[in-house]
């Protein structure tokens, strides 16, 4: 069984404009929410993170959203830049010494 | 300078053959992990080692077999190569005791012919 999902595969976006990515989780025990950041050609990268007593993350032009009644949480990323094209990988895990779960992934192409 | 590195970079080797992949951290951390990436399964968690130790295992196979001869050391040995191995590997370490933050290493691109 899944324990992330992510949605959509595949998002292109116009620079400027606000991409939002989608994740959700299964297991109610997950507390620890990081999105890694990935280029063509590089291995993965944290880009921020959430814990589950938060409901919203910032950090510049990324910030995340986090529902926990619901068990979604999403990336939104504004003023979108062309070198914000990448795959983003959000990821769950209950905390420290513990297996962190990868959701598929989202392509985000972003078009001058 | 990279903290994780990974080698070889890129390998090809013929089905039946063995590999091994090196991965080194100079990040200090007592955890090291080994996921693969490929088109099947974008990011797919292998082993996970803490204090030379292996704590996880979700590969199936015995065909791969990390080994830890330092605490900052995990290579993987692949036997009995098959095309299906075809894939990306990355190395990965984090300070287990104190956050879950993974850093990755840029990854050992093997492709079986």
């Known amino acids: 069984q899944q324990q992330v999902r992510q949605s959509p595969q595949s998002l292109t976006v116009w620079e400027g404009e606000t991409a939002i990515l989608n994740c959700s989780y299964e297991?109610?025990?997950?507390?620890?929410f990081p999105w890694y950041q990935q280029f063509p050609g590089e291995g993965p990268a944290l880009l921020i993170s959430?814990?589950?007593?938060?409901d919203k993350k910032e950090d510049g032009r990324f910030t995340i959203f986090f529902n926990k009644r619901e068990k979604k949480l999403s990336l939104h990323i504004t003023d979108s830049q062309p070198g914000d094209s990448a795959t983003y990988f959000c990821a769950a895990s209950r905390g420290s010494n513990n297996r962190i779960f990868f959701g598929d992934g989202t392509q985000l192409v972003v078009k001058p | 300078d990279p903290k994780i590195i990974q080698k070889p970079k890129y390998l090809v080797a013929v089905t039946g053959s063995e590999k091994i992949l090196i991965c080194e951290q100079y990040l200090g951390h007592n955890a090291m992990y080994w996921y693969r990436q490929s088109a099947k399964k974008p990011l797919e968690f292998m082993f996970s080692y803490s204090y030379q130790k292996l704590m996880d295992n979700q590969t199936a196979s015995s065909r791969f077999q990390p080994q830890s001869s330092k605490k900052n050391h995990l290579d993987l040995q692949i036997t009995a190569l098959k095309p299906d191995d075809s894939a990306t590997y990355f190395c990965?370490?984090?300070?287990?005791?104190?956050?879950?933050?993974?850093?990755f290493g840029e990854g050992s691109r093997l492709i079986v012919v």
């Open positions: 990965a370490s984090s300070h287990r005791d104190s956050g879950n933050t993974l850093y």
């Open positions: 297991d109610s025990t997950f507390n620890y």
């Open positions: 959430i814990r589950s007593v938060s």
